[in-house]
T-cell receptor, first 112, second 111 residues
């Protein structure tokens, strides 16, 4: 089992460009989350999903959109990237009825 | 805003010594979790303690929770070089297993 995978691992964007980050899981977990990690800030929740077809806002949702069309995939979109979105993005999953989060390896995004 | 505040921000000790990290939080919680992050990697779950528990052990890890003081501590005994990492506390207060992370403690174990 691959667990939680994230694509791509690294990306450099110019201001105003768009992109989509993919999180995929093969553990059949119900809940999925997108976080961003900035130096000295810990992780902050962007958006999350409690099941296929549902999404909700987290602590810092502005500038991001998400979709969960399939249970195993959670997409994070940046429609018009800004330098403030330079960060490391982590996806995490949780099995229904449990509390432990399983994290992907991260995507390092730089916006110039 | 960050729920958890961790102390110290950085800790450097000799191999074999014990390491203690502290976490304080602001609101009532369902549970508190500790995660480890090796440089350039994702977070790995270490241990979870529920709001009705006061102490929990897992191998060389010992976690305490004081809900009256809204604080928790993580003790790593007999530290090893492989314990070098950042350690984060995370609180679950809002349901849907949404975690709020502290800023982390960067632990360095010197051989």
């Amino acid at each position: 089992n691959a667990g939680v995978t994230q694509t791509p691992k690294f990306r450099v964007l110019k201001t105003g460009q768009s992109m989509t980050l993919l999180c995929a899981q093969d553990m059949n977990h119900e809940y999925m989350y997108w976080y961003r990690q900035d130096p000295g800030m810990g992780l902050r929740l962007i958006h999350y999903s409690v099941g296929e077809g549902t999404t909700a806002k987290g602590e810092v949702p502005d500038g991001y959109n998400v979709s969960r069309l399939k249970k195993q995939n959670f997409l994070l979109g940046l429609e018009s990237a800004a330098p403030s979105q330079t960060s490391v993005y982590f996806c995490a999953t949780v099995a229904g009825g449990t509390d432990t989060q399983y994290f992907g390896p991260g995507t390092r995004l730089t916006v110039l | 805003s960050q729920q958890g505040e961790e102390d110290p921000q950085a800790l450097s000790i000799q191999e074999g010594e014990n390491a203690t990290m502290n976490c304080s939080y602001k609101t009532s919680i369902n549970n508190l979790q500790w995660y480890r992050q090796n440089s350039g990697r994702g977070l790995v779950h270490l241990i979870l303690i529920r709001s009705n528990e006061r102490e929990k052990h897992s191998g060389r890890l010992r976690v305490t929770l004081d809900t009256s003081k809204k604080s928790s501590s993580l003790l790593i005994t007999a530290s090893r070089a492989a314990d070098t990492a950042s350690y984060f506390c995370a609180t679950d207060a809002w349901g849907a297993q949404k975690l709020v992370f502290g800023q982390g403690t960067r632990l360095t174990i010197n051989p």
